[in-house]
């Protein structure tokens, strides 16, 4: 395997990314496929640290600077210690979350100057961009809203979700060739497919991934 390839899945909470992006790395198993399956915040030890505080409600107001600031944190590390080291053995890294979401939350959810927070997140992750992005799209009332007991980000409130909402799918129709957005109260089956058939088109063969593409974001 030369380079490895690295997917991540993004959209608003309770719209399926970590279920799809379970079935994305069983069936490359069956491929032989080498498969990295993480997320963000905290899949490193410091990373759970860091999504203690920013998740738990006990932690409470937080400036958005300082908000933006540990999950540029979380990122850095983790690709440091999970993602690069992945990639460099040739590996399907599988990504519950990365910069979009930052971008989507800290940004146009908070109302921070967008491009200040880019910065930050291409700074933080010495811009290595997703060969794939899976864009799961569902209205917050539908997804975000449903959910029991919601964690800090997910009580935001439904003008912060919404505008989360639009700024995902503006990043998307921005680099239309890099994302893939599916309605995500399709079937899950039928979601997983339109991913693998996606993910497959980027494979040389079984068992062998391509070339790595330019990883430098924009």
Do not use: N
């Not at 959810?109 to 794939?132: F, H, N, S």
């Amino acid at each position: 395997m030369t380079g490895g390839l690295f997917v991540v899945f993004e959209g608003g909470d309770g719209v399926g990314k970590s279920t799809q992006g379970r079935l994305l790395a069983d069936w490359a198993q069956t491929q032989g496929i080498a498969a990295r399956l993480t997320f963000e915040p905290g899949d490193t030890a410091a990373g759970r640290m860091i999504r203690q505080i920013v998740l738990d409600p006990a932690t409470g107001d937080l400036d958005p600077r300082a908000e933006a600031l540990l999950y540029a944190a979380d990122k850095a590390h983790h690709l440091h210690e999970v993602v690069r080291p992945a990639l460099a053995r040739g590996e399907l890294v599988i990504c519950d979350r990365y910069v979009d979401s930052m971008l989507a939350y800290q940004g146009a959810g908070r109302v921070l100057d967008l491009a200040e927070v880019a910065e930050i997140a291409r700074w933080a992750t010495a811009g290595l961009a997703p060969d794939l992005t899976v864009l799961l799209d569902l209205e917050p009332e539908r997804a975000v809203g449903t959910i029991a007991e919601p964690d800090r980000l997910e009580s935001a409130g439904a003008d912060f979700h919404q505008r989360a909402r639009l700024l995902f799918l503006d990043l998307a129709a921005r680099a239309p060739e890099r994302y893939l957005v599916l309605p995500a109260r399709r079937e899950i089956e039928w979601i997983a497919a339109q991913v693998r058939d996606r993910v497959a088109a980027l494979l040389t063969a079984p068992g062998e991934l391509s070339e790595p593409a330019d990883r430098i974001g924009s």
